[in-house]
């Protein structure tokens, strides 16, 4: 079965840096765009960035466009998220998630939480 496994936050200071993996198995990973999103207390999930089967096409949302990288490594069946120059506002849980034409896979999620 499809399953997605993220790993790597943790807290860091403002300005820090981390670097997010989500190890995909159950499907040809390389078949599939891979998106992050994350979503703070009390607020909707949002779209971080997205990722082409190949890695060649990406998009960053506007909040971390600068300092998030999104990419990934289909032979190791990993996406990544290099986050840095983080701020406070970037505190969430980060997922990692693919879509088929009928359902949505989600990881458990991993916590990024941005604080002095």
């Known amino acids: 079965q499809v399953q997605l496994v993220e790993s790597g936050g943790g807290l860091v200071q403002p300005g820090g840096s981390l670097r997010l993996s989500c190890v995909a198995s159950?499907?040809?990973?390389?078949?599939?765009?891979m998106r992050w999103y994350r979503q703070a207390p009390g607020k909707e999930r949002e779209l971080v960035a997205s990722?082409?089967?190949?890695?060649?096409?990406?998009n960053h949302a506007d909040s971390v466009k600068g300092r998030f990288t999104i990419s990934r490594d289909n032979a190791k069946n990993t996406m990544y998220l290099q986050m840095n120059s983080l701020l406070p506002e970037d505190t969430a849980v980060y997922y990692c998630?693919?879509?088929?034409?009928?359902?949505?896979?989600w990881g458990l999620g991993t916590q990024v939480t941005v604080s002095s």
């Open positions: 998630n693919r879509r088929s034409a009928t359902y949505e896979y």
């Open positions: 990722i082409g089967r190949t890695g060649d096409g990406t």
């Open positions: 159950g499907f040809t990973f390389s078949s599939y765009v």
